[in-house]
């Protein structure tokens, strides 16, 4: 059965900083893996996709790279802003989604 | 932008009741999730559905739970005889395909009483 695992489970970081947010799963059948984010009580919202066959994906100031033979994705997040603060969440797609736990994110003014 | 769009946001039941969330997937995506997620735990997989028929579905998804897409448009998930552990919050998702970006609603929060 597919496990993804997120580390770390929370990050503090002062506005300006770049960051790294990981994310690893244990079987590399995969479609595809998306991130996102959510908000304390609110859905997810979809960040970026990255297919099996891409070894890296880039929206804005964010940049998520896959290395699917290892089983490891990271979300690189550039210039962070308080705005950023959220849990960002890595989910790998077989026949469903698989969700890891989250990391989260704490950007201080 | 199209979006998931999930009615109502929030639902307090009575233990017992049965609750039906709805959920208006993208115009033309044909694969359908529902997921849950306790209040701070993992978002869990409860069922996916295909070619108006469920394609898979996980041992949290029993006789309780069912799927029905009545007209077309609407995805709605059943469930019957609700219990205090059915409290969570139910995000509904659709995808184009299985390798096209997947778009999640807002969620229904159900609080079981």
């Known amino acids: 059965k597919q496990e993804v695992t997120q580390i770390p489970a929370a990050l503090s970081v002062p506005e300006g900083e770049n960051l790294v947010l990981n994310c690893s799963f244990t079987d590399s059948a995969i479609y595809n893996l998306q991130w996102f984010r959510q908000d304390p009580g609110k859905g997810l919202t979809s960040l970026l996709l990255i297919q099996s066959s891409q070894r890296e994906q880039t929206s804005g100031r964010l940049n998520a790279s896959l290395d699917k033979s290892s089983g490891r994705s990271t979300l690189y997040i550039a210039a962070s802003q308080p705005g950023d603060s959220a849990t960002y969440l890595c989910a790998v797609r077989g026949n469903q989604f698989y969700f890891g736990t989250g990391t989260s994110l704490t950007v201080i003014p | 932008e199209p979006e998931v769009t999930q009615t109502p946001s929030h639902q307090v039941t009575q233990m017992g009741q049965e609750v039906i969330l709805r959920c208006v997937p993208i115009?033309?995506?044909?694969?359908f999730y529902w997921y849950r997620q306790i209040l701070g735990q993992k978002v869990e997989f409860l069922v996916s559905?295909?070619?108006?028929?469920?394609?898979?579905k996980s041992e949290i998804f029993d006789d309780q739970f069912s799927v029905e897409r009545p007209d077309g448009s609407n995805f709605t998930l059943k469930i019957r005889s609700t219990k205090l552990e059915d409290s969570a919050m139910y995000f509904c998702?659709?995808?184009?395909?299985?390798?096209?970006?997947?778009?999640f609603g807002q969620g229904t929060r159900l609080t079981v009483v």
């Open positions: 998702a659709s995808s184009r395909d299985r390798d096209t970006e997947a778009f």
């Open positions: 559905f295909y070619n108006n028929e469920i394609s898979e």
């Open positions: 115009s033309n995506h044909l694969y």
